[in-house]
């Protein structure tokens, strides 16, 4: 894959940068600007969540794009389905990504307690306020991402996203594996003890035995359990999430039906680090072979969709789009930020309980877009 850059290449994305970002400093340009290379680079993106007091990823998850809203919110309502209950409140980086899951959230919480109407159960940290899951991601960045990165690296096969057809093919084939790889990835991580460092007051045990037995740590647990079929759970997904909206598909349908019929005829092998490149030449061929479905099947390359993506969910809720929710009242910061409990104003302590006894556990989701 060619991967080449000129100087007019950047200076136009940082006109482009500077027009959705006009108050951005330099930090948050270079942030952006990396991440926009990153995108180009491999057409891919991931996006993950990370449990701020337990240190567990809620989820890790790769696909072609993390600029949809109802994507993000969908992730979400996949782990509110599996885990059986919501956190009190998620928070997030400012982005307009990020609007459904600040709307989806609070509409729940808001259909479980009718005290909550009008108010938003999401918080917006400012930069290098949402430091969890920039260290979680620091460690991903490290760890694992750099050797997928050279796996799909390989110059020698003919590939680039801007050919419909190849772009495709890649999606159906790297995807899937990619994923496979981050779920590995998550489950070492959450199941592993992290090392103690003295001056935290977080728990140092494995995330998942921290956010399952939260009692062990001295910690008060908040999760808020809820019927995966209840209704407003139906309604949230209905409005902010619908399942057969195409952002949910990998590839269109009929693209699906004839790439999983020539991963057949080529005998169906498990796609790992080793053949993911010879797996996509073998199907890459089967199309090619078969001119005029490649040819009448409508395909897209790769293509930057956000604002398509903010457009049409502005349409279809009639609203408009920032990149924090403005019209829900924030959550209370008095003597500081204490979580959901309360409406925001915290637990309440007797005067016999020491907060040194013990660490809160509010229980918060802390959802993280990376490219």
């Known amino acids: 894959m060619g991967w080449d850059f000129t100087v007019n290449d950047i200076v136009n994305d940082m006109i482009d940068l500077r027009q959705r970002h006009p108050h951005a400093g330099y930090l948050r340009m270079k942030r952006e600007l990396r991440a926009r290379g990153k995108e180009v680079k491999s057409c891919k993106t991931i996006q993950s969540c990370v449990d701020p007091f337990t240190g567990k990823f ?11 809203p109802r994507l993000i919110f969908g992730y979400y309502l996949d782990r509110v389905k599996k885990d ?16 459904c899951i600040a709307k989806g959230h609070s509409f729940i919480r808001q259909s ?23 260290i979680a991601w620091s460690g991903l960045c490290r760890d694992c991402v750099p050797g997928l990165e050279d796996i799909l690296a390989n110059p020698h096969v003919d590939y680039s996203c801007d050919n419909p057809l190849q772009y495709n093919v890649f999606k159906w084939v790297a995807i899937p594996w990619f994923q496979s790889e981050l779920d590995a990835y998550a489950k070492l991580h959450n199941s592993t003890k992290r090392r103690a460092q003295r001056n935290k007051i977080l728990p ?10 939260p009692h062990r740590y001295n910690a008060l647990d908040f999760k808020i359990p809820i019927d995966p079929n209840a209704s407003c759970i139906r309604k949230a997904e209905e409005l902010y ?12 349908p009929e693209f699906n039906y004839w790439a999983t019929s020539y991963y057949q005829q080529i005998g169906s092998p498990v796609v790992t680090r080793h053949n993911v490149w010879n797996v ?23 293509h930057d969709d956000r604002e398509d993506f903010v457009r049409e969910v502005e349409d279809a809720l009639q609203v408009n789009i920032n990149d924090i929710v403005d019209d829900l009242e ?19 302590i007797g005067e016999d309980i020491d907060f040194a006894d013990g660490v809160v556990n509010f229980i918060v989701m802390m959802s993280r877009c990376h490219n």
Not at 280 to 302: R, V, W
Not at 330 to 348: I, K
């Open 112 to 134: 479980l307690d009718s005290q909550l109407q009008g108010t938003l159960q999401h918080r917006y940290m400012k930069e290098k306020n949402n430091l969890p899951p920039e």
């Open 204 to 213: 140092h045990g494995p995330p998942d035995d921290i956010e399952e037995h």
């Open 84 to 99: 059986g209950y919501i956190p009190l409140v998620t928070q997030s980086d400012p982005g307009l990504e990020n609007f």
């Open 58 to 68: 809620k989820w890790l998850r790769v696909w072609w794009t993390n600029s949809n």
């Open 330 to 348: 924030p959550l209370p910061y008095e003597t500081g930020y204490l979580g959901g409990v309360r409406g925001g104003l915290g637990p309440e």
């Open 280 to 302: 996509y030449t073998e199907i890459l061929c089967k199309f090619e072979q078969n001119a005029p479905l490649s040819t009448t099947t409508s395909l897209q390359g790769y």
């Open 241 to 252: 999430a619908p399942p057969d909206h195409p952002v949910f598909e990998l590839v269109p």
